[in-house]
């Protein structure tokens, strides 16, 4: 069966890092474009950051472009949230996700076109 595990969370304080991981199990990982999401508390799951099969394209929330870095290692089968410059309202839990991708440089931002999540990580940023 397919997993998705996130691993890298915790308690930091603002302006701090952390580096989010997410190892993928019993799916082809090269074969799906991979996102990050994040729920607050009483707010709804919101887009993060999406990279295609290769890698090679990237996208971002405006609420973390420049400060946040998705990457993945194909060989490893996992994903990586590079979380720099945290602030308080960064404070989620934050979930990787897996869309299956025709086209390598595809990338796909709803969480309705998912089909596989991890359980979540969460993240505090203190003040």
């Known amino acids: 069966q397919v997993q998705l595990v996130e691993s890298g969370g915790g308690l930091v304080q603002a302006g701090g890092s952390l580096r989010l991981s997410c190892a993928a199990s019993?799916?082809?990982?090269?074969?799906?474009?991979m996102d990050w999401f994040r729920q607050a508390p009483g707010k709804e799951r919101e887009f993060v950051a999406a990279t295609s099969r290769s890698g090679a394209n990237t996208y971002y929330a405006d609420s973390v472009r420049g400060r946040f870095t998705i990457s993945r290692d194909n060989a490893k089968n996992t994903v990586y949230l590079q979380m720099n410059s945290l602030k308080p309202e960064d404070t989620a839990v934050y979930y990787c996700?897996?869309?299956?991708?025709?086209?390598?440089?595809?990338?796909?931002?709803?969480?309705?076109?998912?089909?596989?999540w991890g359980k979540g990580v969460l993240v505090t940023v203190s003040s």
């Open positions: 996700a897996a869309v299956l991708a025709f086209y390598s440089g595809d990338v796909n931002t709803s969480p309705a076109a998912m089909k596989y």
């Open positions: 019993g799916l082809t990982f090269s074969n799906y474009a």
